[in-house]
């Protein structure tokens, strides 16, 4: 069965420039959560999607960071104007439950942004 | 507010023998505490979770870990470590009690080496 996909895998980008990460959660996924994971550190939480409304952005790190997911399912994350402190896994997961603190995560496989 | 403490950054055991991976949480309310692995270049993958029920909880691989409350701990054991052990291992708490804000809090790693 398909777990939660990423794409990019890897990305490379010079300082300044706009990124645009992909998440493909589990179908019928209804929660969809983004985490920022930095190198030797445990990944961070950034933000909380339940199906199209974002209810959580407090982890977002500045408002260069911009999330979204429009029909419930793909999501993406956005980061303008890249910095090197930007450098990271961004790990996306998804849950089937609307309270999701208690229900399993999945996790994709992550992106790598390195900012050059 | 939620958090957890890994006692240690590095564990280092040979084949065969006991795996101990230490952590402490902290919590206003009744947690929910989880365990998770990371293999090189794979997902966070879960090995096992606490939601208020049976305090021994038993995982995936022959992991288990009991959560004891008057310690405020979460330890993480096996009984023989295998070379496919060799992984990161993270503590998790859940972010609140009530679902609404569906984050996971990590901490910060355990590094868990298999010795031949």
């Known amino acids: 069965g398909a777990g939660v996909s990423q794409s990019p895998r890897y990305k490379v980008a010079k300082r300044g420039q706009d990124v645009a990460l992909r998440c493909d959660p589990i179908s019928g996924h209804v929660s969809l959560f983004w985490y920022q994971q930095a190198l030797g550190q445990g990944p961070e939480f950034l933000t909380y999607?339940?199906?199209?409304?974002?209810?959580?952005k407090s982890g977002l790190p500045s408002d260069r960071f911009f999330a979204e997911r429009p029909e419930g399912s793909v999501s993406t994350l956005k980061i303008q104007r890249t910095q090197q402190e930007d450098s990271a896994v961004y790990l996306c997961?998804?849950?089937?439950?609307?309270?999701?603190?208690?229900?399993?995560?999945?996790f994709g496989p992550g992106t790598r942004l390195t900012v050059l | 507010a939620q958090s957890v403490t890994q006692l240690d950054s590095h564990v280092s055991v040979s084949e065969g023998t006991p795996v101990l991976l230490r952590c402490n949480y902290s919590s206003s309310y009744s947690p929910s505490l989880f365990w998770y692995v990371q293999h090189p270049n794979k997902g966070l993958q879960l090995l096992l979770k606490?939601?208020?029920?049976?305090?021994l909880v038993k995982g995936i691989n022959g992991f288990e870990a009991e959560f004891k409350k008057s310690e405020t701990s979460f330890h993480l054991t096996k009984p023989s470590a295998h070379m496919s052990d060799a992984a990161e291992y993270f503590c998790?708490?859940?972010?609140?009690?009530?679902?609404?804000?569906?984050?996971?809090?990590f901490g910060k790693g355990t590094k868990l080496s298999v010795k031949p």
């Open positions: 999607f339940q199906n199209e409304a974002q209810l959580d």
């Open positions: 606490y939601t208020s029920a049976a305090t």
């Open positions: 997961a998804s849950s089937l439950a609307q309270r999701g603190f208690s229900d399993t995560q999945y």
């Open positions: 998790v708490v859940s972010g609140s009690w009530d679902g609404s804000q569906g984050n996971l809090i």
